[in-house]
């Protein structure tokens, strides 16, 4: 029953060309309206164009690219009263058809958009790891050697802008994706369309901050504090639009996510039997809808700023600055908790695995994951404890910032819980596990350090800020996801990695990432500012040490790119069903996962964590129906 | 067993099961936009607080004419009742009003937006020497006609749906609807008493 | 069984040596950011303190990771456990999150008690007028720090306003820095006397500090701000005796003495007019 294929789906087929087509044409003419349609005031030396013309050319780039790619299809067809797309339209966006060409189109199969994110998050961290060996090497010496002041500000900028691009979609991408409507006991998110589009918001983001480097660059770092913000050129339009299409695909997520959660769980599938893995996601997608729109604020401001030279942020014209750190930073602390939330949900998720014992405790991992999102939300003035402003409100976000530890230790504690008693399966996933554990320890010792108000005015904006996040997000989050690629590539490609040479790489990763990062401890305490380019001579032992790590630590992890190229696209070893031997229902499902991925509704569920019983996650029922066409 | 979803959500866009996922997630949407609204608060009342410079109201910068900002609440209000009169409707299933009401509230829906463009010129968008009390009014001016048009351009689709019948107007639709308007609509009255009165 | 409660005993014993050697290496080694001013050796104290704490509860997380993943291979439990106490322990669960949160109340007493009883740094201040000069050693010392984009000078109000490029401080002397800047966004960074904070255009940063310690120290600057925020240090700042202050600024005011006419008159904050030359 095929009817000849409509042209909508036609220009689907070829939606990632026509994408790119419709993103440089946007770009041309959002460029020629802004620089001469839409007028703005004095402004600076702009040979390249005005900050609306580049501002207007990246914001049409963006509804070009996703015209091309075919995402205007739908609304225009609902706005015109248009028919509903047919069964098998609808069919082949979900990706029905099969094949590699689903990965690069528009699909809204949330395994495809997993497996998507995948290759974006990789793609965001090895371009910022690069950055990164930039970095290293100039800094080997005390003063400029190989960068320019503009390069090497912009190398830092697009390093950790980057970074965050990666993190914070680094789990939640590839694997909340991927496994939330599995192991809650649907076919699909509740907007699988809105879905696709939060995957396809990234690559543009990506380009269009990267594209900084014809721009001029920008000079702020990802924090892009104003009025610094306001003086830098055209560069740092590429940072405020790339930052806000995050922000959007951040929020659109997590408001699908919650939804999907919240309202299309399958029957029996209670709250209380959800995974753990599934309450993170929860509790992150919370954070993501409620933190972004406030990024989203602050760059529409700053917007302005640079196009009219309104003064948000400039004292003198009736701003401030203060205005800029306490919305940016109202984000950004929730942001470093969608980070690595996540994590702790699939750590636990995948601990009761390798320990083959039930989760300890999992009501007060639930308990502690939510207090860590409630908390997230006051917290966030103490990334200003220096800075002037309202000290007398510093006691209370001390305490609240001190607080947050109690429930970030609740993890360790179900952890420890977990392990107490069991005879652990030393798998590369629970090696990686391991590493997260001893990283984000270290990590969270760090921050108590900066929590504190006095101790903080030695420490705040030093490399000992640098370690402390570079051990949770990059030490936790990063092992996570490292953890999670091995555990689930079985499942997801039906691929295995080899073991050996893994492990290998594990140990490798291990040492060199503490080694780098035990040195600019070390350098932060002894007194080294972020971001400079030039240091005080004493410091150079440990900077070179930092270097010589770091390339350690680039070599491992381009290590482990190779090896899952080479296995997923070369060796290609077959993977047992169930490798790991869980309890998932994720695992109970066929490889590769069917369309919809189950053929029948299980008729019961539990926790996927009765490894003392052996029951799995979900019950299908007899294996034979009771009446054919029931 | 059977094999449907228990939300009825067998094919992508089928809504018919969806209508409380459509719902929750209207409300989930406008606690996002919280969040964007509250920030846009800080940002007035910390400005205004601190008046730096002294450049938050300096002199010769007015307030907008209160005869344009009432308008500008009217046309909202009016599309608000019609649309709570289509759910009214819908949800008693008394489809002969429906599309006359409908066309009604598309119709205020766009006198709203073109009220709110006047509105947002107030300023003369020369901004660079108008203080901060200029700047935010006219950025919140903006953010809130994106947000009228975002939601006018659904409800235009939904009235091209029931009218063409190809997408008959469900309960679930008309309440999703129905609350975001009124959420912008009430928005809008905040930003209506803080600008012209709190200044 | 044994073998278990063996194990036991030498993963506590092991910690129990570790905890106490490390607390007394700390006790003994030099703690950022040392004991050049009253300031700066009360956030010694606050870091040994935190130290001291972390190390114990660290150094135990790690050892009970460790005890788990080694210690159950080679003397692993035989002892049943029930269902429930599988899942969860409701007693043990309580006396963590209990013990977690009185350490946690207790470092923020702490840190609340330090603030108030420092009062390193007091925030914007009101726009009051330059101190007077200081008549005794407790009496604070005004000093202005501007920051610009890419140095930063130095202001003595209670001498003539004059501006410096050098800061030289008197040494048990009371200081009371005012901190602002020009542009951006910087933060002034002097590491031996613990002061750090940032300097914001059009706002007064106020932070007090006592050195006791004479030198020369590093100054730099702690808040990205342009191009050249790495090269604004200098590592000529000075805590010196009183009579070489009283001599050093009798040569900076002779020094200053013919361009005094062009400087601004002393204020808390500046509003320099990008149009207007030397404003």
């Given at each position: 029953?095929?009817?000849p294929?409509?042209?909508?789906?036609?220009?689907?087929?070829?939606?990632?060309?026509?994408?790119?087509?419709?993103?440089?044409?946007?770009?041309?003419?959002?460029?020629?309206?802004?620089?001469?349609?839409?007028?703005?005031?004095?402004?600076?030396?702009?040979?390249?164009?005005?900050?609306?013309?580049?501002?207007?050319?990246?914001?049409?780039?963006?509804?070009?690219?996703?015209?091309?790619?075919?995402?205007?299809?739908?609304?225009?067809?609902?706005?015109?009263?248009?028919?509903?797309?047919?069964?098998?339209?609808?069919?082949?966006?979900?990706?029905e058809?099969?094949?590699?060409?689903?990965?690069?189109?528009?699909?809204?199969?949330?395994?495809?958009?997993?497996?998507?994110?995948?290759?974006?998050?990789?793609?965001?961290?090895?371009?910022?790891?690069?950055?990164?060996?930039?970095?290293?090497?100039?800094?080997?010496?005390?003063?400029?050697?190989?960068?320019?002041?503009?390069?090497?500000?912009?190398?830092?900028?697009?390093?950790?802008?980057?970074?965050?691009?990666?993190?914070?979609?680094?789990?939640?991408?590839?694997?909340?994706?991927?496994?939330?409507?599995?192991?809650?006991?649907?076919?699909?998110?509740?907007?699988?369309?809105?879905?696709?589009?939060?995957?396809?918001?990234?690559?543009?983001?990506?380009?269009?901050?990267?594209?900084?480097?014809?721009?001029?660059?920008?000079?702020?770092?990802?924090?892009?504090?104003?009025?610094?913000?306001?003086?830098?050129?055209?560069?740092?339009?590429?940072?405020?639009?790339?930052?806000?299409?995050?922000?959007?695909?951040?929020?659109?997520?997590?408001?699908?996510?919650?939804?999907?959660?919240?309202?299309?769980?399958?029957?029996?599938?209670?709250?209380?039997?959800?995974?753990?893995?599934?309450?993170?996601?929860?509790?992150?997608?919370?954070?993501?809808?409620?933190?972004?729109?406030?990024?989203?604020a602050?760059?529409?401001?700053?917007?302005?700023?640079?196009?009219?030279?309104?003064?948000?942020?400039?004292?003198?014209?009736?701003?401030?600055?203060?205005?800029?750190?306490?919305?940016?930073?109202?984000?950004?602390?929730?942001?470093?908790?969608?980070?690595?939330?996540?994590?702790?949900?699939?750590?636990?998720?995948?601990?009761?695995?390798?320990?083959?014992?039930?989760l300890?405790?999992?009501?007060?991992?639930?308990?502690?994951?939510?207090?860590?999102?409630?908390?997230?939300?006051?917290?966030?003035?103490?990334?200003?404890?220096?800075?002037?402003?309202?000290?007398?409100?510093?006691?209370?976000?001390?305490?609240?910032?001190?607080?947050?530890?109690?429930?970030?230790g609740?993890?360790?504690?179900?952890?420890?819980?977990?392990?107490?008693?069991?005879?652990?399966?030393?798998?590369?996933?629970?090696?990686?596990?391991?590493?997260?554990?001893?990283?984000?320890?270290?990590?969270g010792?760090?921050?108590?350090?900066?929590?504190?108000?006095?101790?903080?005015?030695?420490?705040?904006?030093?490399?000992?800020?640098?370690?402390?996040?570079?051990?949770?997000?990059?030490?936790?989050?990063?092992?996570?996801?490292?953890?999670?690629?091995?555990?689930?590539?079985?499942?997801?490609?039906?691929?295995?990695?080899?073991?050996?040479?893994?492990?290998?790489?594990?140990?490798?990763?291990?040492?060199?990432?503490?080694?780098?990062?035990?040195?600019?401890?070390?350098?932060?305490?002894?007194?080294?500012?972020?971001r400079?380019?030039?240091?005080?001579?004493?410091l150079?032992?440990?900077?070179?040490?930092?270097?010589?790590?770091?390339?350690?630590?680039?070599?491992?992890?381009?290590l482990?790119?190779?090896?899952?190229?080479?296995?997923?696209?070369?060796?290609?070893?077959?993977a047992?069903?169930?490798?790991?031997?869980?309890?998932?229902?994720?695992?109970?499902?066929?490889?590769?996962?069917?369309?919809f991925?189950?053929?029948?509704?299980?008729?019961?569920w539990?926790?996927?964590?009765?490894?003392?019983?052996?029951?799995?996650?979900?019950?299908?029922?007899?294996?034979?129906?009771?009446?054919?066409?029931? | 067993?059977?094999?449907?979803?228990?939300?009825?959500?067998?094919?992508?866009?089928?809504?018919?099961?969806?209508?409380?996922?459509?719902?929750f997630?209207?409300?989930?949407?406008?606690?996002?936009?919280?969040?964007?609204?509250?920030?846009?608060?800080?940002?007035?009342?910390?400005?205004?607080?601190?008046?730096?410079?002294?450049?938050?109201?300096?002199?010769?910068?007015?307030?907008p004419?209160?005869?344009?900002?009432?308008?500008?609440?009217?046309?909202?209000?009016i599309?608000?009742?019609?649309?709570?009169a289509?759910?009214?409707?819908?949800?008693?299933?008394?489809?002969?009003?429906?599309?006359g009401?409908?066309?009604?509230?598309?119709?205020?829906?766009?006198?709203?937006?073109?009220?709110?463009?006047?509105?947002?010129?107030?300023?003369?968008?020369?901004?660079?020497?108008?203080?901060?009390y200029?700047?935010?009014?006219?950025?919140?001016?903006?953010?809130?006609?994106?947000?009228?048009?975002?939601?006018?351009?659904?409800?235009?689709?939904?009235?091209?749906?029931?009218?063409?019948?190809?997408?008959?107007?469900?309960?679930?639709?008309?309440?999703?609807?129905?609350?975001?308007?009124?959420?912008?609509?009430?928005?809008?009255?905040?930003?209506?008493?803080?600008?012209?009165?709190?200044? | 069984?044994?073998?278990?409660?063996?194990?036991?005993?030498?993963?506590?014993?092991?910690?129990?040596?570790?905890?106490?050697?490390?607390?007394?290496?700390?006790a003994?080694?030099?703690i950022?950011?040392?004991?050049?001013?009253?300031?700066?050796?009360?956030?010694?104290?606050?870091?040994?303190?935190?130290?001291?704490?972390?190390?114990?509860?660290?150094?135990?997380?790690?050892?009970?990771?460790?005890?788990?993943?080694?210690?159950?291979?080679?003397?692993?439990?035989?002892?049943?456990?029930?269902?429930?106490?599988?899942?969860?322990?409701?007693?043990?669960?309580?006396?963590?999150?209990?013990?977690?949160?009185?350490?946690v109340?207790?470092?923020?007493?702490?840190?609340?008690?330090?603030?108030?009883?420092?009062q390193p740094?007091?925030g914007?201040?009101?726009?009051?007028?330059?101190?007077?000069?200081?008549?005794?050693?407790?009496?604070?010392?005004?000093?202005?720090?501007?920051?610009?984009?890419?140095?930063?000078?130095?202001?003595?109000?209670?001498?003539?306003?004059?501006?410096?490029?050098?800061?030289?401080?008197?040494?048990?002397q009371?200081?009371?820095?005012?901190?602002?800047?020009?542009?951006?966004?910087?933060?002034?960074?002097?590491?031996?006397?613990?002061?750090?904070?940032?300097?914001?255009?059009?706002?007064?940063?106020?932070?007090?500090?006592?050195?006791?310690?004479?030198?020369?120290?590093?100054?730099?600057?702690?808040?990205?701000?342009?191009?050249?925020?790495?090269?604004?240090?200098?590592?000529?700042?000075?805590?010196?005796?009183?009579?070489?202050?009283?001599?050093?600024?009798?040569?900076?005011?002779?020094?200053?003495?013919?361009?005094?006419?062009?400087?601004?008159?002393?204020?808390?904050?500046?509003?320099?007019?990008?149009?207007?030359?030397?404003?």
């Amino acid at each position: 029953m095929s009817t000849p294929p409509t042209l909508a789906r036609r220009l689907n087929e070829w939606g990632l060309p026509l994408g790119i087509v419709g993103m440089v044409i946007g770009f041309l003419i959002g460029f020629a309206v802004g620089t001469h349609a839409i007028p703005y005031s004095f402004g600076e030396d702009n040979s390249l164009g005005s900050d609306p013309g580049i501002l207007l050319g990246y914001a049409l780039s963006v509804v070009g690219f996703l015209a091309g790619m075919g995402f205007l299809n739908y609304p225009i067809g609902r706005l015109l009263g248009a028919k509903r797309p047919s069964e098998e339209d609808n069919a082949y966006i979900h990706g029905e058809s099969g094949g590699l060409s689903r990965y690069f189109r528009m699909t809204t199969d949330h395994k495809v958009i997993g497996l998507q994110y995948l290759v974006m998050i990789l793609a965001f961290l090895f371009i910022g790891g690069l950055g990164a060996m930039f970095i290293r090497t100039e800094l080997l010496t005390p003063s400029p050697t190989i960068a320019t002041a503009q390069s090497y500000l912009t190398l830092v900028g697009l390093h950790s802008t980057l970074m965050i691009f990666m993190a914070s979609a680094a789990i939640i991408g590839p694997f909340g994706n991927y496994f939330v409507p599995i192991m809650i006991g649907t076919r699909n998110m509740a907007f699988p369309r809105l879905e696709a589009l939060t995957f396809w918001l990234l690559p543009p983001a990506g380009i269009i901050l990267l594209s900084t480097v014809f721009l001029g660059g920008f000079t702020t770092g990802w924090t892009g504090y104003a009025p610094l913000a306001d003086q830098n050129v055209l560069g740092m339009d590429s940072y405020l639009i790339g930052f806000a299409l995050i922000g959007i695909s951040i929020g659109l997520s997590g408001v699908n996510m919650i939804a999907t959660i919240l309202t299309m769980r399958a029957p029996g599938m209670a709250l209380s039997r959800m995974p753990i893995f599934v309450w993170s996601v929860l509790v992150t997608s919370f954070l993501g809808a409620l933190a972004a729109p406030a990024l989203i604020a602050a760059v529409m401001m700053e917007v302005f700023d640079r196009s009219y030279q309104t003064t948000f942020f400039v004292p003198a014209g009736g701003g401030s600055p203060y205005l800029w750190e306490n919305l940016f930073w109202f984000f950004g602390h929730p942001e470093v908790y969608i980070f690595v939330v996540p994590a702790f949900g699939l750590i636990m998720e995948m601990l009761p695995v390798f320990t083959r014992r039930p989760l300890w405790g999992y009501r007060v991992a639930v308990g502690g994951m939510v207090g860590i999102g409630l908390l997230s939300f006051v917290v966030w003035q103490h990334h200003l404890f220096v800075s002037g402003l309202a000290p007398s409100l510093r006691p209370f976000y001390m305490f609240s910032t001190e607080l947050i530890s109690v429930p970030t230790g609740i993890i360790y504690l179900v952890a420890l819980g977990t392990l107490w008693r069991a005879r652990t399966r030393f798998t590369t996933p629970m090696l990686f596990i391991f590493g997260f554990f001893f990283n984000f320890l270290i990590g969270g010792f760090t921050g108590v350090f900066l929590s504190d108000v006095p101790s903080d005015f030695t420490l705040h904006a030093s490399y000992f800020v640098q370690a402390h996040f570079h051990y949770t997000i990059m030490g936790g989050e990063v092992f996570a996801l490292m953890a999670a690629i091995v555990y689930y590539l079985p499942k997801m490609t039906g691929r295995t990695m080899d073991i050996r040479l893994l492990r290998f790489q594990f140990w490798a990763v291990f040492i060199t990432f503490n080694g780098t990062f035990i040195s600019l401890i070390s350098v932060g305490i002894l007194g080294m500012p972020r971001r400079v380019i030039s240091y005080a001579a004493y410091l150079q032992p440990l900077n070179v040490s930092a270097t010589v790590f770091a390339y350690g630590l680039g070599l491992s992890m381009t290590l482990f790119l190779g090896i899952l190229l080479w296995e997923v696209f070369i060796k290609q070893r077959v993977a047992a069903a169930n490798p790991w031997e869980s309890l998932g229902v994720e695992w109970q499902v066929p490889t590769p996962v069917p369309t919809f991925n189950f053929d029948r509704l299980p008729v019961s569920w539990s926790l996927p964590y009765d490894y003392d019983t052996g029951k799995p996650a979900a019950d299908f029922g007899p294996a034979v129906p009771a009446f054919s066409g029931a | 067993m059977s094999d449907a979803s228990p939300t009825g959500l067998t094919v992508i866009d089928d809504a018919k099961g969806g209508g409380r996922t459509l719902v929750f997630t209207s409300r989930l949407v406008m606690a996002a936009n919280t969040t964007l609204q509250l920030s846009l608060l800080f940002a007035f009342l910390y400005l205004r607080a601190n008046n730096f410079g002294g450049m938050w109201h300096p002199s010769g910068i007015g307030t907008p004419p209160q005869v344009l900002a009432l308008i500008s609440l009217a046309f909202p209000l009016i599309t608000l009742f019609a649309l709570w009169a289509v759910w009214s409707a819908v949800s008693k299933a008394r489809d002969s009003s429906v599309s006359g009401l409908l066309w009604l509230a598309l119709f205020e829906a766009v006198l709203t937006g073109a009220v709110r463009i006047l509105l947002m010129y107030q300023f003369n968008w020369e901004l660079d020497s108008a203080g901060t009390y200029a700047a935010i009014s006219t950025l919140w001016y903006a953010v809130l006609l994106g947000e009228f048009i975002l939601v006018g351009l659904w409800l235009l689709s939904l009235v091209m749906g029931h009218v063409r019948r190809t997408d008959p107007l469900s309960p679930a639709h008309a309440r999703a609807i129905l609350d975001q308007w009124a959420y912008i609509t009430g928005v809008s009255i905040v930003v209506y008493l803080l600008i012209q009165y709190v200044k | 069984m044994r073998n278990r409660a063996t194990a036991i005993r030498v993963v506590v014993i092991v910690w129990l040596v570790a905890a106490v050697a490390g607390d007394v290496a700390l006790a003994f080694g030099p703690i950022p950011p040392g004991q050049a001013s009253d300031l700066a050796s009360s956030e010694s104290l606050t870091i040994l303190l935190l130290a001291e704490i972390a190390w114990p509860v660290f150094s135990a997380v790690l050892a009970a990771l460790f005890f788990t993943l080694v210690v159950n291979k080679i003397a692993p439990p035989t002892a049943e456990v029930s269902a429930e106490a599988l899942r969860g322990n409701t007693r043990a669960q309580t006396a963590w999150i209990a013990a977690t949160l009185v350490v946690v109340l207790s470092l923020a007493v702490y840190g609340t008690v330090a603030l108030a009883i420092d009062q390193p740094g007091a925030g914007i201040s009101a726009d009051a007028a330059a101190l007077p000069m200081p008549t005794s050693t407790s009496q604070p010392l005004e000093v202005q720090v501007i920051a610009q984009q890419w140095w930063f000078t130095y202001r003595y109000p209670s001498y003539g306003g004059i501006e410096t490029s050098q800061l030289v401080l008197p040494v048990n002397q009371k200081i009371e820095f005012h901190i602002t800047s020009l542009d951006v966004v910087h933060s002034f960074w002097f590491y031996a006397l613990g002061v750090k904070a940032d300097a914001v255009p059009l706002n007064d940063n106020v932070v007090t500090a006592t050195p006791t310690l004479t030198g020369t120290y590093r100054i730099q600057c702690a808040e990205l701000c342009g191009l050249w925020h790495g090269n604004m240090a200098d590592n000529t700042a000075m805590v010196v005796s009183s009579s070489d202050f009283a001599a050093w600024m009798q040569q900076q005011t002779t020094l200053d003495a013919p361009v005094m006419k062009y400087l601004l008159p002393y204020s808390h904050t500046y509003e320099p007019s990008p149009t207007v030359y030397g404003s």
